[in-house]
């Protein structure tokens, strides 16, 4: 079993940054994949940034450029800079870990971009 703990969201100004991070507990487990997806209220949830094991990163078309994802594998823990932020990027962003058995969810951080 794998439990994350997600920390980082909040109020911020078009063009503004946040940083969220996701930490990864639990006994013997290999994680594949650390990422972030977002769901705005009505949508559906959708990848926004994935990281492999070996470092390799894919990102929504829509944030390319602005966000970036990096892992700490030590730590098991996963970051994502959002820089430039827009209104279209306000939603719940959930971390997600996905192992060789298993995919975990974090519960999930509400980020509002507003002036």
């Known amino acids: 079993q794998v439990q994350l703990v997600e920390s980082g969201g909040g109020l911020v100004q078009p063009g503004g940054s946040l940083r969220l991070s996701c930490a990864a507990s639990g006994s013997r487990f290999s994680i594949s994949a650390m990422g972030w997806y977002r769901q705005a209220p009505g949508k559906q949830r959708d990848l926004v940034a994935v990281?492999?094991?070996?470092?390799?990163?894919n990102y929504k078309e829509s944030v390319k450029g602005r966000f970036t994802v990096s892992r700490d594998t030590a730590k098991n823990t996963v970051y994502l800079q959002m820089n430039s932020l827009e209104p279209e990027d306000t939603a719940v962003y959930y971390c997600h870990v996905l192992t060789p058995t298993a995919i975990y969810w974090g519960q999930g951080t509400q980020v509002t971009v507003s002036s």
């Open positions: 990281i492999d094991r070996g470092g390799r990163a």
